[in-house]
């Protein structure tokens, strides 16, 4: 592995530096300086010619700041002459800009994937992006690993008896059928409809649940609006309480509090693609580093890494599991 070197931006080096120690390589140093006028330059403190390059960076608040740091460290590794440089954005946050659904609106997506191209980046390595046809914005190969297998890991060995797997909307109905076959339950979705940013309407519940304990799965909670509306509407279908999982938990706004203090919530469970908010002890953060450095090790090694993201990763598939059940058929 003498030849990787890993850095990191401002935005999450904890997760950074987990990813080394699973690779077994040191973190490398970087400075990000700010020149009075407000303009930010990079500088990366390791030799990086003819070297296989990775910058973790995930794009998290404040995330124009964040990504424009990911686009300077890799226009300064492209500039030391790395043999490959990849981006490690475990998550995208301008997935959510993934079609034109207004008049004269931007697809800050596919602007955000050019520009990371622009900047030098050979390769993309994400989690869980928000919408898959994002992986067609970008003109250089994309990596998209899951974090399912590591969730559901969090809740085998658990009292599962009575218990639903539910989506907040159909769109992540996919996800959540994955989900659900490797608990061994079944799957339901809440009918949504989004209003704004922050303000959904979840009309329905698609499936059985009443009398039932729910685990709720979602790609990614910011506000919390969604999760919120579709707790209020399955407490009206019978629901007896709720687990809340999801994999990018940036908890943004009143999120926490909406969160830690609701009834029908029992837990939240996410994973360490973005920083954990603080002054919440009993949220449950699962890592995804030995998931991200398997995939640095297999693209170092000409290897395969679909492996990791067809579906749903052996390493975390119940054993018990056939094949059809690991990559969702």
Same mark, same amino acid.
């Given at each position: 592995?003498?030849?990787?070197?890993?850095?990191?931006?401002?935005?999450?080096?904890?997760?950074?530096?987990?990813?080394?120690?699973?690779?077994?390589?040191?973190?490398?140093?970087?400075?990000?300086?700010?020149?009075?006028?407000?303009?930010?330059?990079?500088?990366?403190?390791?030799?990086?010619?003819?070297?296989?390059?990775?910058?973790?960076?995930?794009?998290?608040?404040?995330?124009?700041?964040?990504?424009?740091?990911?686009?300077?460290?890799?226009?300064?590794?492209?500039?030391?002459?790395?043999?490959?440089?990849?981006?490690?954005?475990?998550?995208?946050?301008?997935?959510?800009?993934?079609?034109?659904?207004?008049?004269?609106?931007?697809?800050?997506?596919?602007?955000?994937?050019?520009?990371?191209?622009?900047?030098?980046?050979?390769?993309?390595?994400?989690?869980?992006?928000?919408?898959?046809?994002?992986?067609?914005?970008?003109?250089?190969?994309?990596?998209?690993?899951?974090?399912?297998?590591?969730?559901?890991?969090?809740?085998?060995?658990?009292?599962?008896?009575?218990?639903?797997?539910?989506?907040?909307?159909?769109?992540?109905?996919?996800?959540?059928?994955?989900?659900?076959?490797?608990?061994?339950?079944?799957?339901?979705?809440?009918?949504?409809?989004?209003?704004?940013?922050?303000?959904?309407?979840?009309?329905?519940?698609?499936?059985?649940?009443? +009398?039932?304990?729910?685990?709720?799965?979602?790609?990614?909670?910011?506000?919390?609006?969604?999760?919120?509306?579709?707790?209020?509407?399955?407490?009206?279908?019978?629901?007896?309480?709720?687990?809340?999982?999801?994999?990018? +938990?940036?908890?943004?706004?009143?999120?926490?509090?909406?969160?830690?203090?609701?009834?029908?919530?029992?837990?939240?469970?996410?994973?360490?693609?973005?920083?954990?908010?603080?002054?919440?002890?009993?949220?449950?953060?699962?890592?995804?580093?030995?998931?991200?450095?398997?995939?640095?090790?297999?693209?170092?090694?000409?290897?395969?890494?679909?492996?990791?993201?067809?579906?749903?990763?052996?390493?975390?598939?119940?054993?018990?599991?056939?094949?059809?059940?690991?990559?969702?058929?």
């Amino acid at each position: 592995m003498r030849e990787i070197v890993v850095f990191s931006g401002s935005a999450h080096p904890a997760l950074a530096a987990q990813i080394c120690d699973q690779l077994g390589v040191p973190l490398s140093g970087s400075d990000i300086k700010r020149f009075s006028n407000d303009c930010l330059q990079a500088q990366l403190l390791a030799n990086c010619r003819q070297r296989d390059v990775y910058i973790v960076q995930p794009l998290v608040p404040p995330t124009q700041e964040h990504l424009m740091e990911l686009l300077l460290m890799i226009d300064a590794a492209r500039g030391a002459s790395a043999a490959q440089i990849t981006a490690v954005i475990p998550h995208f946050a301008y997935a959510r800009s993934d079609k034109k659904d207004a008049s004269r609106i931007s697809l800050g997506g596919r602007l955000v994937a050019d520009l990371i191209s622009t900047a030098g980046a050979h390769r993309v390595l994400t989690m869980n992006l928000h919408a898959p046809q994002v992986h067609g914005f970008f003109s250089v190969p994309v990596d998209h690993l899951t974090a399912l297998g590591v969730l559901a890991d969090h809740f085998r060995g658990t009292d599962l008896s009575n218990s639903v797997v539910i989506s907040p909307d159909l769109g992540n109905a996919k996800e959540a059928t994955q989900f659900s076959r490797l608990l061994g339950l079944p799957v339901a979705a809440g009918s949504k409809q989004r209003k704004s940013d922050d303000k959904v309407v979840i009309d329905s519940i698609v499936g059985d649940v009443r +009398g039932k304990r729910a685990i709720v799965l979602d790609d990614e909670i910011a506000t919390g609006g969604s999760i919120i509306e579709l707790l209020d509407k399955l407490a009206e279908f019978g629901v007896t309480e709720a687990a809340v999982a999801c994999t990018h +938990g940036l908890f943004a706004g009143r999120a926490v509090e909406r969160l830690r203090h609701h009834p029908m919530v029992s837990q939240v469970v996410t994973t360490d693609t973005v920083p954990a908010p603080s002054g919440w002890p009993a949220l449950q953060v699962r890592t995804v580093s030995g998931l991200f450095a398997e995939a640095i090790t297999r693209i170092h090694e000409g290897e395969s890494v679909s492996i990791l993201f067809d579906g749903v990763d052996p390493t975390h598939a119940p054993p018990q599991a056939s094949l059809f059940d690991k990559v969702g058929g």
